[in-house]
């Protein structure tokens, strides 16, 4: 899947205003920014994911003689158009906010600065790579945050969308800080752990539970997992397992990686069952680990009520992300200038909905931390040349409530900025770090938001403020947007 070349993974309408484009000559070069609007699942921030993907992509983007023989069958390219795709290949530059970022509605997770039927082209795939990795990488971040510590497993490959859903999905969650995945082929790709157990067909296939058990012991005794419902927790899997255990300590065995699943029922009263049952035989260090449809509200929950439980698998409702299926991000035009041109010209898009209209220019982030405590004070979206001094006070306003202002006093915060260069006149400058790597990292930006962002109910917003120099362009642009209407 990965040696796919996804140069047609675009929408139809990408390649008509290319040959638009081309059939009226321009030398404009223009900015592009994906952002996304609201955080998935009511929470307070999300996770960048997805970009060593688009890396990936950006390379390997050409119009092979088979694409240019399939655009030239729809009928609606010209031969010079299409004569003129058989030498494309990017040439423009990206910046992005590394993947495990925590990121915020309305900022650039990625900015393209290219000739414009460079930067038409590549909006589709960006924005798939771009949604899907970051939304599973947000999902599982919560799951790990409601388990307080407890490993989490992606175990979702059966019920992902497709290969590539549960491939990078598999990808997206380790990033968001699951301890490993069941898919054996993301872990061959992008050497994270892969764990598992058996399922209940290995039990129905034996004679009886504890041979099923036995057998499981001698072939994995360093990963010897067994899966207690296939019959009855209490009645039969817990006994079983505990008979096992006692075998293979008078074995000799180190008793490592051992300890049982439970995959349905009352998950809270068997794990405490299970927990007394083993505890009584001298197996209180077992693992006890839980699936059954988990997500981050019945893993909070779970944890309330008291439940023994130290392990999850988590499915479905992580590689779907179930209750938020799509992130929403967006690719919006922010500025165009003329090849020979210094500067740029902001574009804005307006909309009814307020929330729809953008922000304008070649843009920046500047991430404001509490010198203090390193958490987040708030996002500064800026121009690209504006400098800051982080000695001098500095007053942040929210740009939909102007009245709504913090000052920050010199001295007491850090500036970051977050995008970084990517692509350069076509040329990839951009190393992406490992999986794993960027776990580490992931896990360091969820440390710098405070709870009450990541609580799950009526999370505190993080404040995404725009410049001064910014909001007056912004509000100048409207201002002759408006007036135009008016006119006309």
């Given at each position: 899947m990965?040696?796919?070349?996804?140069?047609?993974?675009?929408?139809?309408?990408?390649l008509?205003?290319?040959?638009?484009?081309?059939?009226?000559?321009?030398?404009q070069?223009?900015?592009?920014?994906?952002?996304?609007?609201?955080n998935?699942?009511?929470?307070?921030?999300?996770?960048?994911a997805?970009?060593?993907?688009?890396?990936?992509?950006?390379?390997d983007?050409?119009?092979?003689p088979?694409?240019i023989?399939y655009?030239?069958?729809?009928?609606?390219?010209?031969?010079?158009?299409l004569?003129?795709?058989?030498?494309?290949?990017f040439?423009g530059?990206?910046?992005?906010?590394?993947?495990?970022?925590?990121?915020?509605?309305?900022e650039?997770?990625l900015?393209v600065?290219?000739?414009?039927?460079?930067?038409q082209?590549i909006e589709?795939?960006?924005?798939?790579?771009?949604?899907?990795?970051?939304?599973?990488?947000?999902?599982a971040s919560?799951v790990v945050?409601?388990?307080?510590?407890?490993g989490?497993?992606?175990?979702?490959l059966?019920r992902?969308?497709?290969?590539?859903?549960?491939?990078y999905?598999a990808?997206?969650?380790?990033?968001g800080?699951?301890?490993?995945t069941?898919?054996?082929?993301?872990?061959q790709?992008?050497h994270v752990?892969?764990?598992?157990?058996?399922?209940?067909?290995?039990?129905?296939?034996f004679?009886?539970e504890?041979?099923?058990?036995?057998?499981?012991?001698?072939?994995y005794?360093?990963?010897?997992?067994?899966l207690?419902?296939?019959?009855?927790v209490?009645?039969?899997g817990?006994?079983?397992?505990i008979?096992?255990?006692k075998?293979?300590k008078?074995?000799?065995?180190p008793m490592?990686?051992?300890?049982?699943?439970?995959?349905?029922?009352?998950?809270?009263y068997?794990?405490k069952?299970?927990?007394?049952?083993?505890?009584?035989?001298?197996?209180?260090?077992?693992?006890?680990?839980?699936?059954?449809d988990l997500?981050?509200y019945?893993i909070?929950?779970?944890?309330?009520q008291?439940?023994?439980?130290?392990?999850?698998g988590?499915?479905?409702?992580l590689?779907?992300?179930?209750?938020?299926?799509?992130?929403?991000?967006?690719?919006?035009?922010a500025?165009i200038?003329?090849?020979?041109?210094?500067?740029f010209?902001?574009?804005?898009k307006?909309s009814?909905n307020?929330e729809?209209?953008t922000?304008?220019?070649?843009?920046?982030?500047?991430?404001?931390?509490?010198?203090?405590t390193?958490?987040?004070?708030?996002?500064?979206?800026?121009?690209?040349?504006?400098?800051?001094?982080?000695?001098e006070?500095?007053?942040?306003?929210?740009?939909?409530a102007?009245w709504?202002k913090?000052?920050?006093?010199?001295?007491?915060?850090?500036l970051?900025?977050?995008?970084?260069?990517?692509?350069?006149?076509?040329?990839?400058?951009?190393t992406?770090?490992?999986?794993?790597?960027?776990?580490?990292?992931c896990?360091?930006?969820?440390n710098t938001?405070?709870d009450?962002t990541?609580?799950?109910?009526?999370?505190?917003?993080?404040?995404v403020?725009l410049?001064?120099?910014?909001?007056?362009?912004?509000?100048?642009?409207l201002?002759e947007?408006?007036?135009?209407?008016?006119?006309?």
């Open positions: 990965r040696a796919l070349n996804l140069t047609l993974l675009t929408d139809l309408y990408e008509t205003m290319m040959q638009g484009y081309f059939k009226n000559p321009t030398d070069i223009v900015v592009f920014d994906a952002f996304y609007r609201k998935p699942c009511g929470g307070g921030y999300a996770i960048a997805g970009l060593e993907q688009i890396i990936e992509y950006i390379r983007l050409h119009f092979s088979d694409d023989d655009l030239k069958g729809l009928n609606i390219f010209d031969s010079d158009f004569e003129y795709l058989r030498g494309f290949h040439t530059d990206i910046y992005a906010i590394p993947e495990g970022t925590v990121v915020f509605p309305r650039p997770l900015k600065v290219a000739p414009v039927m460079e930067a082209l589709t795939a960006i924005l798939n790579l771009l949604n899907h990795q970051s939304l599973i990488a947000t999902k919560r945050y409601a388990a307080k510590g407890d989490v497993m992606e175990f979702g059966r992902a969308q497709g290969p590539d859903a549960g491939l999905g990808r997206a969650a380790v990033i800080g699951c301890v490993g069941s898919n054996v082929l993301t872990g790709m992008f752990p892969v764990k598992g157990t058996h399922a209940h067909s290995w039990i129905m296939s004679s009886d504890y041979t099923a058990f036995k057998a499981y012991a001698k072939l005794p360093n990963a010897c997992i067994l207690v419902d296939t019959y009855d209490l009645n039969s817990v006994p079983n397992a008979r096992v255990f075998e293979m008078e074995a000799g065995l490592k990686g051992y300890g049982i699943r439970i995959d349905s029922g009352d998950l809270a068997l794990s069952q299970a927990y007394k049952m083993l505890s009584e035989a001298g197996f209180g260090d077992a693992i006890i680990s839980a699936s059954s997500d981050e019945l909070e929950s779970l944890k309330a008291g439940a023994k439980i130290n392990s999850w988590v499915g479905t409702n590689i779907t992300c179930n209750d938020n299926p799509a992130f929403g991000g967006v690719y919006k035009l500025a200038k003329n090849k020979e041109d210094a500067d010209v902001p574009k804005i307006l009814e307020v729809k209209v922000n304008p220019g070649n843009k920046t982030i500047m991430r404001i931390y509490d010198k203090t390193g958490k987040i004070r708030a996002d500064l979206i800026c121009l690209e040349d504006e400098i800051f001094n982080p000695d006070d500095m007053i942040l306003f929210d740009p939909m102007t709504k913090t000052k920050l006093t010199g001295g007491s915060y850090i970051r900025e977050l995008l970084v260069p990517v692509f350069k006149k076509g040329e990839c400058v951009y992406s770090p490992s999986v794993m790597e960027i776990k580490d990292i896990q360091k930006e969820l938001l405070w009450e990541r609580r799950f109910t009526n999370p505190q917003e993080v404040f403020d410049s001064d120099k910014l909001y007056k362009i912004k509000s100048e642009l201002e947007m408006g007036q135009a209407s008016i006119e006309s």
